[in-house]
């Protein structure tokens, strides 16, 4: 019996068995999983013979391995393909929280609506100098390819905004780097330290010229829209308006009634915002140099400054644990940041959405999202976007983001540089899942200990000064007047100054001994402040040899009690 189902539909809607199967395509190439590239015989020979020289000279073989990568492109080669064949003008792919998906994800520049893909909170890479001392001012170059660095010894380092390793060193200043900004055009960088001088740089690091400035140091730089002018806040309590190609003081703003610490140009306007240690912000036309308003909100010394990239809103940063932002077309306060612990250091805002970004003493780095609703009656505050509580350990002193917003670096009290970037889709690493825990004890110094003067790609030796301003392998006197002390005297609190770095300055003066005047080298992690506090009263020699190396205070002075309370900032 013929139980079979028959069948409906007609007989040319059947599937049928191909008549021409040598017409089948099939592959024939590229059938096994991709292979890593060979490896070429003369690198191999040229490592071999590099190790033999190492071991024939004592040195211990250096164990090569593949470095971390973010493609600095940030996708752009996908997005401009994508902006020529999307259907309509507002397409943009969505994106999915798994890794395949990765190669998906775009430039900030794609999701204007979107500001949660600007959040930089996935830890990267930890930089630090051979010679450890703190950053003070850290920016990328106008191309976007590498990040300079500014610190306490008065060198310029660069690192590779790709593999985040050190590129070359300069000894640019005589003391510590507090300011510098690269013209709009990228054509020139200038610079300010703490003894008031003022210098140009050509991109190649070649030194223009130098004057001083300022009789104290100089806190804050800051160029005009064209790039003709550029204005300096000092510790003189002035900002001055120079003149860039005549290096000429055109006009001298006064106003404040103690230290100018910071200064910015509006991006496209001829005003001038400043913020001081009397607690006020004021606003100055250039032209005739007159205060136009004068803001007092903040009840502690304004740190920091920052113009939203359409000019319409400026930040603050102050040390009373607050991020003001202010509207100035209306002239008035539009958010009250409060979440930091401890003071506010600095700020800075994305390129593209409206991100502020600010970091603490506390060694925090806090995103916040200004493109929300306003704070309300029931959520009268506004919180964090993400959190990043123990970002660095120290002061974060400077924040940059990348041209593109995909890339973030901070420079940090602690003697390191740090790179963020974007949480990627399917992240199972997310900082929002693991509450902004402290990033990995990873120090690369590689690259540092070559004695030959190696040569980056597109730049040269121009001028007198070389791009190894000192041999790394000696000790190199700091020239920082932060470091030099006068003897202490009776009502002196050595811990009431601005530029107080526990362990170093005036506080290694307790109990009479003598105190050194610069910062030898450091080799190896430093210790911590309470162990360097207490090393003689636990009889421990690690901790005696580094109090006699510093020159600091030894526990040994004038009434020393080895059960009395430790002194020092915790």
Known sequence: MDTSIPVLLPSSSIPRPPSHPHLEWTPKRYLSDPQPPPMDDARVLEQEMAAARQLQDGKAVKKTRPRRTVDF???????????????????????RPAPPFIVDLL????????????????????????????????????????????STSGEFTLWNGLTFNFETILQAHDSAVRAFQFTHSGSFLASADQNGIIKYFQPNMNNLTAWAGHREAIRGLSFSPDDRRFATASDDSTI???????????????GHGWDVKCVEWHPSKGLL?????????????????????TLHQHKNTIQGLAWSPNGNLVASASRDQTVRVFDIRAMKEFRVLRGHKKEVCSVTWHPVHPILVSGG????????????????TLQPITQPRATLSQA??????????????????????????????????????????????????????????????????????????KWWGKDEDTGVGLGDSSYSQRAPMSGDDPMGSDDFIPGFGSADNFGGASSSAVAPKQSGPLPGQE????????????????????????????????????????
């Open 73 to 95: 492109n940030a996708g752009m080669g996908r997005w401009n393909l994508l902006r020529k064949h999307r259907p309509n003008s507002t397409y943009v792919p969505s994106m």
């Open 107 to 150: 430039p900030p520049i794609a999701y204007p609506g979107n500001s949660s893909t600007s959040l930089c909170t996935k830890f990267i890479h930890t930089s630090t100098n051979k010679i450890r001392c703190p950053v003070n001012v850290v920016t990328w170059t106008p191309e976007g390819r590498r990040v300079l660095t500014g």
């Open 240 to 254: 001055r308006i120079w003149s860039f190609e005549e290096s000429r003081e055109e006009s001298v703003l006064t």
């Open 273 to 293: 915002v400043s913020g001081g240690k009397d607690n006020q912000i004021k606003f100055w036309d250039p032209r005739t140099g007159a205060v136009l308003s």
């Open 361 to 376: 003493s506390e060694g925090a780095v806090l995103h916040w999202d200004l493109g929300g609703p306003e704070p309300t």
């Open 392 to 465: 660095h350990d120290s002061n974060i002193w400077s924040m940059a983001f990348h041209p593109m917003g995909h890339l973030f670096v901070t420079a940090s009290n602690d003697h390191t540089t740090r790179f963020w970037s974007r949480e990627r889709p399917g992240d199972a690493t997310s900082v929002f899942s693991g509450g902004g825990e402290k990033p990995p004890e990873i120090i690369d110094m590689s690259g540092q200990d070559d004695e030959d003067d190696a040569m980056v790609p597109g730049f040269s030796y121009g001028g007198t000064n």
């Open 531 to 570: 162990e360097m506090w207490t090393a003689d009263s636990r009889g421990d020699s690690r901790g005696e040899e580094w109090g006699n190396r510093r020159g600091g205070w030894t526990g040994r002075g004038r009434g020393y009690n080895p059960n009395g309370p430790r002194r020092g900032r915790y």
